[in-house]
């Protein structure tokens, strides 16, 4: 399944928003399947684990404090190329710098109330989906 895999999380703002529809047919219209699909509300020692590569850095308290004001929802999306597809769809987490049409471009307020996070990597998004789902979670589809 390497690099055919991807983790999002439509992030608190855009879920109060109102955006979760919109958002994930934008992700299904780019060709991604849906694998898993949940909302949750962490708590910030879960946030803390999950951004924990970030501890130490200026926005950290931030992340964390935003990351743990809502439910977010949690989806690992598969297609060919996923992680680079995604990070494409989504645009620069700056949604001032992202291209026209991107899902932070339409979605988002600022870099903190960014709409959406994307894995950064193969490796990452393999860690990532094992921190939200279990196997027995995912479905596996192989029309992609």
């Not at 990532?128 to 979670?137: D, G, K, L, V």
């Amino acid at each position: 399944m390497k690099g055919q895999i991807t983790l999002t999380m439509i992030k608190p703002y855009a879920v109060k928003q109102h955006h979760v529809g919109d958002i994930l047919a934008d992700i299904e219209k780019a060709g991604f399947v849906i694998r898993a699909l949940k909302m949750i509300q962490l708590p910030r020692e879960k946030v803390e684990l999950f951004y924990a590569e970030h501890k130490g850095k200026h926005f950290f308290s931030n992340l964390v404090d935003f990351m743990s004001s809502g439910p977010i929802v949690a989806a690992l999306l598969q297609k060919e190329n996923a992680v680079k597809d995604f990070r494409e769809l989504i645009g620069a987490t700056d949604p001032s710098e992202a291209a026209d049409g991107t899902i932070r471009k339409k979605y988002a307020t600022d870099r903190t109330r960014n709409a959406i996070h994307g894995s950064d990597s193969d490796e990452s998004a393999l860690r990532e989906s094992r921190f939200f789902f279990s196997m027995i979670e995912e479905f596996y589809c192989n029309e992609t």
